[in-house]
């Protein structure tokens, strides 16, 4: 029996969309959930943003201040999807209010914000949902069951990057994603969080790092009105830009494997340059963003010369059945954020966490900090 739960969304920038549009869908993916999403509130503080909601989404009553949406009975479920100095205040006052949440990367500005919002979780006994996306596509899923099972040999060393150019015009107005009290450590939080949850999936515990980072556009016009994405500002007043545009870090991981993790969001001629190389003592698996549904292999006994063959993901590989019925039918970016959905849904129908949890926020949050630390003292730091 299906039986259903009121969601709400905090926060209707792009983001809210995107969760908006996957509980809309998984259904027609994951029809064997025991829970049907029904859209019951809106909140965002924008003028116009929750009446465009209601309208456009079947909303059944679109708000400005959240603390509505965390007093309102009939929502047991709520994505927050609103700025990340939000994070923390918004997700431990809906967890305290009983509502279970799926809630942005990376929850708050720092790792004492995800730990509050993961205590708050656990205390209250709800479910807590953590928009760590990449890990969902299915050729994600199969790297890391190849890894698993000894198919590349052991691990020693992996590279995994994450270069954008949302950030590289000049005239990219200064919004709270540039300001180190709203926006936290900029690129660290925005992209480098993808990665340390990337490494840990793929291989397990990060032990120590090391980090430098740079801010290469040190200035940056202010908006004047309500911005959504990454909106340009030209001939608006010059401001600071606090936080960092890029990262290089060495990984040293549990496990004795070696690392690099590389981020920038002002890298011009990079768009959603995302993707993973991860080196065995047998073989290899390449994985690009851009190309979603295929995954370079190499594994053999030949170790020199080894050629790399491109594989196709297909029915069997994570959750791509419920899209696909054949490799090779391309999935999108929207699908990763369905499969989200269906795992938060099922979190809460099964009361067992599905997914990413706040427990994987707290340890990219502990990752991204240590980084920070790094990059001011000049020195490896360890996470333990």
């Not at 079947?58 to 100095?85: L, Q």
């Not at 926020?361 to 502990?366: E, F, I, P, W």
Request: proline content about 4%; overall charge negative.
């Amino acid at each position: 029996m299906v039986s259903t739960l009121g969601v709400a969304v905090v926060g209707f920038g792009w983001m809210g969309r995107v969760h908006t549009q996957a509980y809309a869908r998984v259904l027609h993916h994951f029809p064997q959930l025991s829970v049907r999403p029904e859209l019951v509130s809106v909140a965002d503080e924008v003028p116009g943003r929750p009446e465009e909601a209601v309208a456009q989404y079947g909303f059944a009553s679109g708000v400005r201040d959240w603390r509505e949406v965390a007093a309102d009975p009939r929502v047991r479920a709520v994505s927050i999807t609103a700025p990340n100095f939000l994070h923390r205040e918004i997700g431990v006052a809906m967890a305290e209010a009983g509502k279970h949440i799926w809630i942005e990367k990376p929850v708050g500005l720092t790792a004492q914000d995800a730990r509050a919002v993961a205590d708050a979780v656990t205390k209250s006994g709800v479910q807590g949902t953590v928009g760590f996306n990449y890990r969902n596509a299915p050729a994600v899923s199969y790297a890391r069951e190849l890894i698993a099972s000894g198919g590349i040999g052991t691990v020693t060393h992996v590279r995994i990057r994450l270069f954008s150019d949302y950030a590289a015009h000049p005239e990219s107005a200064l919004t709270w994603r540039y300001e180190r009290e709203r926006g936290g450590s900029g690129v660290l939080g925005d992209l480098a969080s993808h990665g340390v949850d990337l490494a840990r999936f793929l291989l397990g515990d990060i032990a120590s790092l090391a980090a430098d980072t740079a801010v290469f556009i040190p200035e940056r016009a202010r908006p004047t009105g309500a911005t959504a994405g990454h909106t340009r500002a030209a001939g608006g007043e010059l401001g600071p830009v606090e936080n960092e545009d890029y990262v290089n870090c060495l990984l040293r991981f549990a496990s004795g494997a070696r690392g690099v993790l590389e981020a920038c969001r002002v890298s011009v001629g990079e768009q959603n340059n995302y993707g993973f190389e991860v080196h065995g003592t047998k073989g290899a698996v390449f994985w690009d963003f851009r190309r979603m549904g295929e995954i370079a292999v190499s594994r053999g006994t030949a170790y020199q010369d080894q050629p790399v063959s491109t594989v196709f993901v297909g029915p069997g590989q994570g959750e791509y059945a419920a899209f696909q019925p054949g490799a090779a039918n391309p999935m999108g970016y929207d699908d990763l954020k369905v499969i989200e959905a269906h795992n938060f849904l099922r979190s809460v129908a099964e009361n067992s966490p599905h997914g990413a949890t706040l427990a994987d926020a707290v340890h990219s949050a502990t990752a991204l900090d240590a980084m920070v630390r790094s990059a001011e003292q000049g020195s490896w730091v360890s996470l333990a």
